[in-house]
């Protein structure tokens, strides 16, 4: 997870042996998430290839392309359960986690920031995925995973003004909208 291996099991083979016991959650998105970690515990060699394969559709109307909403709450879960079961059994891994935590958190305050009024109405999470973030911010800046414009976006979490890079965003997309037509 993190800087070479990712959590989404779309994109790799397994040996069924590893998920013996381990089922998806049903009925949740992201259910990849607490699954992936559990599975990569159970693996004895993980191979890399770095290269794709396959292509994938991004749907402009997809869960991965949305605002928040109360379904994503179960990030938070996700992201406690992975910490658990790092800090338990892989505490060599801490720093691949802290990178985790900073992408997703960041995802989901920038989420939050794009819906109106989203701050106030997913307050507990804000406030969770903030403070996670700017826990886990210091730390990550070592991790060289990240790409600059994951770093730029970073910084500007950190320095609380993610409100106005997805206000730009939102700005920049909706003059995209009035180009092509």
């Not at 960041?106 to 804000?126: C, F, H, Q, T, V």
Request: a positive charge.
């Amino acid at each position: 997870i993190g800087s070479t291996i990712d959590e989404s099991a779309c994109d790799k083979v397994f040996r069924k042996e590893l998920f013996d016991g381990i089922c998806f959650p049903k009925g949740e998105i992201n259910e990849d998430l607490p699954v992936m970690p559990l599975v990569f515990s159970r693996s004895n060699v993980i191979i890399h290839v770095g290269q794709s394969f396959y292509n994938y559709f991004q749907n402009s109307g997809s869960i991965t392309r949305s605002g928040y909403s109360p379904k994503m709450h179960v990030y938070v879960e996700h992201l406690k359960s992975i910490e658990v079961l790092v800090k338990n059994h892989f505490p060599e891994i801490e720093d691949v986690l802290t990178a985790l935590n900073a992408r997703y958190c960041s995802a989901m305050l920038y989420r939050i920031y794009s819906e109106p009024n989203g701050k106030k109405i997913y307050k507990d999470d804000y406030e969770w995925f903030k403070k996670s973030f700017k826990k886990a911010y210091p730390r990550c800046l070592k991790h060289g995973c990240f790409a600059l414009k994951t770093k730029l976006l970073f910084a500007c979490q950190y320095m609380s003004i993610g409100p106005l890079v997805s206000f730009v965003n939102n700005v920049r997309k909706e003059i995209r909208k009035v180009v092509k037509s």
